[in-house]
């Protein structure tokens, strides 16, 4: 049976809304997916915990976001847990994943719809700055940051202590030295002190890390601990001698 006039203009109507409702649909996951690369790009990124030597503040496979917009305006700073790209031989080699599920994983994780999971990046604690002197250990196996002996008691996990390897190291300028929260497992500056005596460049450093954001059991925000607000940290730069304290500690 033919249609009539207004039968054909209806449908063409109707053909004119589900294309104008697909364009529609692209359009928006288009926005989406660059304002998504975008944020990834310059204002934060998520991450997996990659190894145990954050315990016990980071888990293994905890979701962590790192912000970029902290360190490129703040700078990098004493007691932030930060992201950064292995300086070299710091990480094994990883063979990528292949396969179209490799593809596929690597172009979410581009996009940052997945955390990133490159086998190149580390977390740790920054311990000193440019500038700072760093030496393990005092007389109670503390590390001590500018002639002061850091409590670290709060954050580093227990049972390890802190004297694995003993150092004493001027940190240059642009450079940090770094740390696990967990000693006793954690391939930090410490053991890397035949190149740059450990340090690290702030150039490698991706983002600071500000919260756990899965799983929801662990969500957290990650704040500096006290004891890198000391004034003595600054007022005594560079000092190599710990010095005492009105309580002798």
Request: net charge negative; with cysteine; hydrophobic share 35%.
């Amino acid at each position: 049976m033919t249609s009539t006039p207004q039968e054909r203009q209806r449908q063409r109507r109707e053909e004119q809304k589900q294309g104008s409702l697909l364009k529609e649909i692209v359009l928006i996951v288009g926005v989406a997916l660059v304002l998504s690369v975008l944020v990834r790009t310059f204002v934060a990124q998520a991450f997996y915990v990659p190894s145990s030597s954050m315990e016990d503040t980071l888990l293994i496979q905890d979701r962590i976001l790192a912000s970029k917009l902290s360190t490129d305006l703040g700078g990098v700073n004493r007691g932030e847990i930060v992201v950064f790209t292995d300086p070299g031989g710091w990480l094994p080699d990883v063979e990528p994943e292949g396969g179209v599920s490799g593809k596929i994983r690597d172009a979410l994780m581009f996009v940052g719809l997945l955390p990133s999971d490159t086998g190149e990046d580390l977390v740790k604690r920054v311990i000193a700055v440019g500038g700072d002197r760093i030496s393990c250990c005092d007389a109670k196996g503390r590390i001590v940051l500018n002639g002061v002996a850091l409590d670290e008691t709060g954050y580093i996990k227990p049972g390890n202590g802190t004297d694995q390897v003993t150092f004493d190291v001027l940190v240059p300028e642009g450079r940090v030295f770094v740390m696990g929260d967990n000693r006793g497992d954690s391939s930090d500056s410490r053991y890397h002190l035949d190149v740059e005596n450990g340090t690290v460049s702030v150039d490698s450093v991706v983002g600071r890390v500000v919260a756990v954001v899965w799983p929801a059991a662990r969500w957290s925000g990650e704040p500096v601990p006290s004891i890198f607000e000391d004034p003595r940290l600054d007022d005594q730069k560079g000092a190599a001698t710990p010095k005492p304290t009105s309580d002798g500690k």
